[in-house]
């Protein structure tokens, strides 16, 4: 395990001429740091445009009335905002980009188990974008059914529900085949000597993540099937008219999409993880605690979707389990939270950008934890469903903590994915002003959901407007920060291999390694004799 | 370094692709899991609609596709063992059986649908909307459910013709079988979801 000293470098995978060349050599590519940067590049577009519909969301909000757009262009921004965030930015998360990057080289191998599989994972992400971008600019205009698509609205609105429906559908099955190669990929594929309490916590959580993809996802591809046959063969499965059960629908489509929060969050916290070891300069505490919590979260978190419908129609005796089974997911995360906080106590933490955006990540994340658990009683929850409160909470959660954890796992991996650095400084400031921004756009949104103002309307009584402004001034200092965060790393600097190759003194076998890495991550597979935070490797 | 790289895209674990095929069966069964779900539940609310409904499908096209998929599980089957045993010959024989029962099946299941067409019974007729709900449930579930197990059929009927085609030019032979396994596997898949949908829309009474 060399490479930081060998004088002869290989080229990168960056540089390195395959077959073809130009953008064949990417969209044709098989190398999984390759596609990881299609995914990339690509979830931040998405990002982007998420962004602005926000903004524009925002704006409208700024004051009691109307200001820029009426009802039904509002009921069609937040539709296709929370699509596009969801299926198209925070699913795919860091598993399909930072995932696919590091899952072959933390474990020590030369690419995943399928890389054809892997490419064509990305094209279904791609053509399932594309099918719903067809759908947000045909027919009888964009969806307005919000991103839960609930039926029976989804099946009366003249809009054009159908083919987002079915382009979610097609995202799904990415997202299966993506955790299918995972899965075969970390059993099959591992360096000799690296048993399964030898892996990096990153790679534990994509484990236990690739598993909800696999056994969540088919439920709501079927569900979404079906919405489907209702609106194009006139079938009725949701639709009281025709004995149809819109709960049921809600049941089915709440069993994939509240462990779909953990499919964004928990390589969220594998990333935290590793960043919070690396520069705290100690060995992690817990290492089994975690990894295990990871996949006690995977299971739990299959069991809690009824939290969602409480206010629904169902027995209280359903209520009463659900909401105890809620809490009790609450467990495996917090054991997350104290382990960190352990890891770095009396360590000695250098203070790198990568660190302060673990930092902001936890704090963000426990307070959208908690208020969690408000909504996870079913008394509380009941006073305040479908208001701002939720969109704070769930804000909080996917924004707060998986994409800044999705931003903090671009500042700690960049030195290794590009070979640069980006001026420190400016990181740091962008993520003060992000940090300031996200708490004044969201935390009034608290107290607006508990003073009752309802989620999903483009208007709302004089008294909430104070708050209000309050937030949309916020989301402007949020957004220039995400774009001065954004042009500083597009604007980093080429370091020697001396600066690069290990910049934050990581201890994984990422680190042992080229930045950027050649094509085949390793000239000789690596054998695994030691722990992988282990400080001092032989 | 360019014979390193072919050296390990050539690389070949069929354990690893025989897991993957598994975890993908999995993910069917969870998909047609879904569908289960959504039938028990409106059998329970709708129980003498679903029961009369029953009565008007043929048991006898169910019974005669249901022995017919039985009988290509266990050509493919055979087809596998007669490639482990190297004979080329008989596995493409039994591969083709395999494939002609799945066009037998379709054709029958063209007639039965098209003899529920005839007498006015698709999701949306007229005459569907004239009965009751859980008539409407009933169809409407009969109609999807075995749709989508007969695109399945294409699926499995695309992946064993490349597996006929593999192992005619050689590609796939008894040291390199595991895309036939694997459509084999998913072959099995196919006929165990109907060996489950054929008692629940045909048998229960
Ligand atoms: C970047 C700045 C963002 C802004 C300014 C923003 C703003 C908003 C606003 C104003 C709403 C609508 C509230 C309502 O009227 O109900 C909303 C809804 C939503 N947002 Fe965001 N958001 C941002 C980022 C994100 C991110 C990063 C995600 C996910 C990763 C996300 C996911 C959602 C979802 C799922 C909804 C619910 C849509 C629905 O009701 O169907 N948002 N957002
Ligand atoms: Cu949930």
Redesign the pocket.
Known sequence: MTGNSSTHRLPSYLEYQGKYTGIRSWILSTDHKRIALLYLYSQIFF?LA??VM??F??LE?IAPGQQIMGPQAYNAL??V??LT??FL??IPGLAASFGNFMIPIMIGAKDVAFPKLNLFSWYLFIAGAVIILVGIFSGDGPPDT???FYAPYSLKTNTNVVLSVFGAFVLGFSSILTGLNFIVTIHRMRAPGMGFFRMPLFIWSLYGTAWIQLLATPVVGITFLMVVADRLLDIGFFDPAKGGDPVLYQHLFWIYSHPAVYI?ILPAMGAITEIIVTFSRRTVFGYKAIAMSSLAIAFVGYLVWGHHMFTSGMSETARLIFSFLTFLVAIPSAIKVFNWTATMYKGSISLEPPFWWAMAFIFIFMIGGLTGLILGSVSTDVHVHDT?FV?AH??YI??GG??IAFFAALHYWYPKMFGKMYNKKIANWGLIGLFVGFNT?YLPMFFLGFMGMP???YDYLPQFADLNLLSTVG?WV??TS?LLVIVNLLRAKKGTPEEMDNPWGGRTLEWTIESPPSLENFEEIPVIDREPYELKSK | MEQQHVAHTDHFDPVASKLGMWLFIFTEILLFGGLFIVYSVYRYKHPVEFHLAAEELDVTIGLINTIILLISSMTVAMSITALQLGNKKLTLILLGTTGLLALVFLVNKYFEWGAKIHHDIYPGSEFLLSLSKGDMLFFGLYFFMTGLHALHIIAGLALLGVAFFKVKNGSVNKDRISLLENGGLYWHLVDLIWIFLFPLFYLIH
Do not use: D, N
């Open positions: 990002f998420g962004l926000g903004l969301m925002k909000l937040f539709t905002h929370g965030m969801i930015f925070i919000g991103w839960t964004m701002m969109v769930f804000h996917v924004f998986a994409g756009t989620r999903r309307y989301s949020m957004a995400l």
